[in-house]
């Protein structure tokens, strides 16, 4: 399948830049009504006016009609490899449940863990490409993949194997950047050793998956009753230490430190933060770490959305993901997560699309290659069923991508 590609007509929409925008930033974009993009072996290399003839040999011509280009979007927290399903924790909660006490009840995370020690490679594989065709056909080219549901050697490596096998096929439809989150909970092995299993984290796993090159980033979870904040610090700076990127999942469910704690490392990104302080926040901006928000959580927890507006406001490069999981948010809905950031976490509509492409990009590193429609940078683009982006969040929850395309490939037509 060519990679050569030339956009004509098209209404482009874009942030730019090679770097997380923060603040009012977010705000600017590049908006041309009638414009070219020419795609060269799944790089583009030309944006502009239609002043570049599309009479080219080997390039098919995509006349878009005046509707809306934008880069593909970047879906930058999901756990997409996983064993099994939990639909009556589901219940549970809509019974009233909290999200902790259904952890020491047995489910959670250690549930899934269960699952996906027994589940094969083949069967994890085959699931998080059926996620990943799903995701393609609302616009997301390039998606965050954690492991975490393995809590052992063998199964962590399991998790992050399957993301490399699909990253290795040469028509995948999504690229996953792959994050190891061995510190995801505490395993039951290590009941009441939380300090021990970092030691094995650190001493035994980052070494492994950084010798066998099977993760760009490493995350943990600093929260109250989980790990702690000199415990995630410990663990982030060694694999720091390595050359991996620093993530957290932070300030979720009380404010913890965890914010402080990802300006103080510098990290890519601190995620969720329905709880984080004004300090905290602070720290984010003043870092430029990623402030990666997860209204879809929030949605399903019926928890207060995080403070979006306040973050934007206070100077942060603010990112938006799905949080894809099996248990506290069991949606990919890019349309959706669209709609209630700027419906309960009042962004604007220009500030949301940096927020799932450009600035989710740079929470995983790859702010200079993808997230914007730039030349040099990799063909991956949606294109709207309509002529004005206003659409995300006016068709709330619904899906309004017409095309889909993958470094010049066009994969979906809707």
Known sequence: MSNNLIIINAHIVTPQGRTARK???????????????????????????????????????????????????????????????????????????????????????????????????????????????????????????????????????????????????????VDIATTFLGAHALPEEYKGRSDAYIDFLINEMLPMIHQKQLAENCDIFCEKGVFTVEQSRKLLKAAQALGFGAKLHADEIVSFGGAELAGELKALSADHLLQASDEGIKALAQNNVVATLLPLTAFTLK??????????????????????????????????????????????????????????????????????????????LVLLGTDNPHILPYYTGMNAVKLTIKGGRVLHSN
């Open 23 to 173: 603040g009012e930033a977010m705000n600017e974009l590049l908006n041309i009504p009638c414009g070219t993009v020419r795609v060269t072996d799944g790089i583009i290399t030309y944006v502009g006016e239609n002043r570049i003839s599309h009479e080219k040999p080997g390039y098919k011509v995509l006349d878009a009609r005046g509707n809306v280009l934008l880069p593909g979007f970047v879906d930058s927290h999901t756990h997409l490899v996983f064993g099994g399903f939990r639909p009556d924790e589901f219940i549970w909660r809509l019974n009233g449940d909290s999200y902790m006490s259904i952890m020491e009840r047995g489910g959670g995370i250690i549930n899934t863990v269960r699952a996906t020690r027994e589940a094969s490679f083949e069967e994890l594989k085959h699931k998080a490409e059926w996620f990943l065709d799903t995701m393609s056909r609302m616009g997301v080219t390039t998606v965050e993949g954690k492991s975490g549901y393995g809590l052992d050697r063998d199964t962590e490596l399991k998790q992050l194997s399957v993301m490399q096998a699909v990253n290795e096929c040469p028509d995948r439809k």
């Open 303 to 380: 928890e207060p959305y995080a403070r979006g507006r306040k973050m934007i406001d206070s100077g942060c490069a603010v990112a938006l993901a799905t949080d894809l999981n099996p248990g506290s948010c069991f949606s990919g809905s890019i349309p959706l997560t669209f709609a209630l950031a700027c419906i309960y976490m009042k962004l604007t509509v220009a500030e949301a699309i940096t927020a799932i492409t450009l600035n989710g990009a740079a929470a995983l590193g790859r702010a200079d290659r993808i997230g914007s429609i730039e030349a040099g940078k990799q063909g991956d």
